[in-house]
């Protein structure tokens, strides 16, 4: 049967596989040869979900949003990753991989970080864990995301600002990866999104997957079928879409829309629409679509959310984008931060401007009345009030 998933090889159709330097060609391949084993394994699992339920706080709730189904015409529901501890859905992951460092004899943890998310949740769960925890960060973040650079080295962090590049998430990347090189034997890398090289992809969205386990299980109580017409999600490396879609990929009844960040809009020279405006390279240990110049040269994205703005895109995305399996739509900074607005007014709810993104797209999706619809809110929007503010302000002026 033809799949959507990974194949033994770490590709997914043309996309994947692990393009890394000699040095730590080893260590890629240990976590590969490891990571399913200890995935399936009873002692992980147990650990794994004990700590999701009672740490995590999941399930997440699936809610029945009744005025935004009135204004959409469809049968919708939100996935609220939004209330997960530390506000997001990157808390799933960051819990599973430090579980997996464990149980490799990894003592040193490293992350890189663009908004400072991702460097949380991994501080927080090296807090909990007693681990040395080395976040790589771009100097221009770290200067714009003060609070959760805050919030890092109250939990014990060590934030290294990096001044290479556009001094943005690309180039903290390459330093994480740096330190990898070094430091091959007692580090553990934990990469925030289904990006890098395989098993990354992979990895991150089975940890990610209990998403899609629970709409499944809560469908079921709330519908009576364990499936819906429609998954929405916002994707910048594409973990949450990867979780939210993960137990449906191969399910052709299931429709599967990716909203990608606009930017100041696709052609305007300021965008973060990788799907739509990459073409095929490598980066960061991966074959993917990538933002690149004539010669090759990685593009600045852009997009107002800090989440959303990555050169690359993971490569199951990817493949889902080419094979016309998901469709891709871009949502403009503005389009997000109106719907930001609607969601609050309609349902009291404060999402994140990443999963905004996802909000944005139902203006351009046609619904049946009768139609299931899951969208997930991937976090809320407590670090993004002053965009907001700000832009309510300019508006009201
Ligand atoms: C980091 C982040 C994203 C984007 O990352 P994905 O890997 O594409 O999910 C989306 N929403 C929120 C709230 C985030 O913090």
Redesign the pocket.
């Known amino acids: 049967m033809k799949t959507y998933q990974v194949d033994e090889n770490g590709y997914y159709g043309e996309f994947g596989g692990a393009y890394v330097p000699e040095i730590l060609h080893q260590c890629v391949t240990v976590l590969q040869e490891t990571y399913l084993n200890v995935l399936n394994s009873e002692s992980f699992k147990k650990e794994y979900y004990q700590l999701l339920r009672d740490y995590v706080g999941r399930p997440s709730p699936l809610y029945y949003a009744k005025r935004l189904s009135e204004k959409y015409g469809c049968k919708m529901y939100l996935k609220r990753?939004?209330l997960n501890h530390t506000?997001?859905?990157?808390i799933n992951n960051t819990v599973g991989q430090i579980l997996l460092a464990r149980k490799m004899g990894k003592t040193r943890i490293i992350a890189e970080t663009?908004?400072g998310?991702?460097g949380v949740a991994t501080a927080t769960v090296c807090a909990l864990m007693n681990m040395e925890c080395i976040v790589y960060m771009g100097k221009t973040d770290v200067e714009r995301q003060h609070i959760n650079v805050q919030k890092m080295k109250m939990l014990g962090a060590t934030v290294v600002p990096v001044t290479s590049g556009n001094m943005t998430l690309k180039d903290a990347t390459n330093e994480a990866i740096r330190d990898w090189c070094c430091h091959p034997t007692d580090t553990f890398y934990i990469i925030?999104?289904?990006?890098g090289p395989h098993p990354y992809p992979d990895m991150?969205a089975r940890l990610?997957s209990v998403i899609s386990e629970e709409i499944r299980e809560q469908l079921m109580e709330k519908e009576g079928r364990d499936y819906p017409d429609t998954l929405i999600?916002?994707?910048?490396?594409?973990?949450?879409?990867?979780?939210t879609i993960y137990h449906y990929i191969d399910d052709k009844r299931v429709r599967l829309i990716l909203a990608e960040a606009g930017g100041k809009g696709v052609d305007s020279g300021q965008s973060a629409a990788t799907i739509q405006l990459g073409r095929k390279g490598i980066i960061h240990g991966a074959r993917t679509l990538v933002m690149q110049s004539e010669d090759g040269q990685i593009e600045e994205p852009y997009s107002v959310?800090a989440?959303?703005d990555?050169p690359g895109i993971?490569p199951v995305h990817a493949n889902l984008a080419v094979t016309k399996r998901a469709t891709v739509l871009a949502v403009d900074d503005d389009e997000a931060l109106e719907a930001a607005f609607e969601l609050t007014r309609l349902e009291g709810i404060i999402p994140?401007?990443?999963?905004a993104h996802a909000l944005g797209a139902l203006p351009k999706i046609k619904f049946q009345p009768d139609e299931l619809v899951v969208l997930t809110v991937?976090?809320?929007g407590d670090k993004d009030i002053k965009t907001y503010i700000d832009y309510f302000n300019n508006k009201s002026k």
């Not at 925030?192 to 990006?195: D, I, L, P, Q």
């Not at 999600?233 to 979780?243: H, I, M, P, T």
């Open positions: 990753e939004d506000g997001a859905h990157k663009g908004a998310q991702h925030g999104s289904t990006v991150v990610q999600a916002c994707v910048g490396g594409g973990s949450n879409a990867a979780g959310s989440g959303l990555y993971g994140a401007l990443e999963s991937s976090g809320r």
